[in-house]
Nanobody
Framework: QVHLVESGGGLVQDGGSLRLSCVAS????????MRWYRQAPGKERELVAA???????NYADVVAGRFTISRDNKWNRVNLQMDSLKPEDAAVYYC?????????WGRGTQVTVAS
């Protein structure tokens, strides 16, 4: 069974930083593209960043230059370094991957940005 467990969320001041982590189990982690999504209250879930098996990355325009996604295949971990946080970045952040044709999600971690 595939499990994704996020951690690292919390309360941070406007302009501050947080580092989210997601640990995966039950999959051959190194071959999977890993993604971070977020969902704010009353809004659709949106893709924030992705990293493929070769380490290539892509970002939503609204976070490009402020967020950095990385992976550690030794520890089955994908990270999201978030700098220069803004109040509009506040959301529940989810880790996700596709496994055998289905999207798998973690439970999410809450990020709150105080203005």
């Amino acid at each position: 069974q595939v499990h994704l467990v996020e951690s690292g969320g919390g309360l941070v001041q406007d302009g501050g930083s947080l580092r989210l982590s997601c640990v995966a189990s039950g999959i051959n982690f190194r071959i999977h593209t890993m993604r971070w999504y977020r969902q704010a209250p009353g809004k659709e879930r949106e893709l924030v960043a992705a990293i493929d098996s070769g380490g290539a990355t892509n970002y939503a325009d609204v976070v490009a230059g402020r967020f950095t996604i990385s992976r550690d295949n030794k520890w089955n971990r994908v990270n999201l370094q978030m700098d220069s946080l803004k109040p509009e970045d506040a959301a529940v952040y989810y880790c996700s991957t596709n496994y055998r044709g289905s999207d798998v999600w973690g439970r999410g971690t809450q990020v709150t940005v105080a203005s």
